[in-house]
């Protein structure tokens, strides 16, 4: 299943919608993502499962990427 996962890059820092990024992770359950992500450092805000229909509307965005973790 891919998740869409919501961040801060600063873990340190109250999250702000402006500076909130987001990335893709496939991965089976959103403790998974968590734990795959879990080297880089990131303030986790929220983790989205994506189903088929979210999935092709993520794709169509020139900014999506599946990260390679």
């Not at 919501?6 to 987001?22: A, H, M």
């Not at 795959?36 to 088929?52: A, C, G, M």
């Amino acid at each position: 299943m891919i998740y869409k996962v919501l961040y801060q890059d600063l873990p340190d820092e109250i999250p702000v919608r402006e500076r909130t990024k987001s990335l893709y992770v496939e991965a089976e359950s959103e403790r998974e993502v968590r734990k795959k992500l879990s080297d880089r450092n990131y303030n986790i805000e929220f983790i989205h499962p994506l189903d088929d229909t979210h999935l092709k509307f993520e794709q169509q965005s020139p900014n999506y990427k599946l990260e390679n973790v």
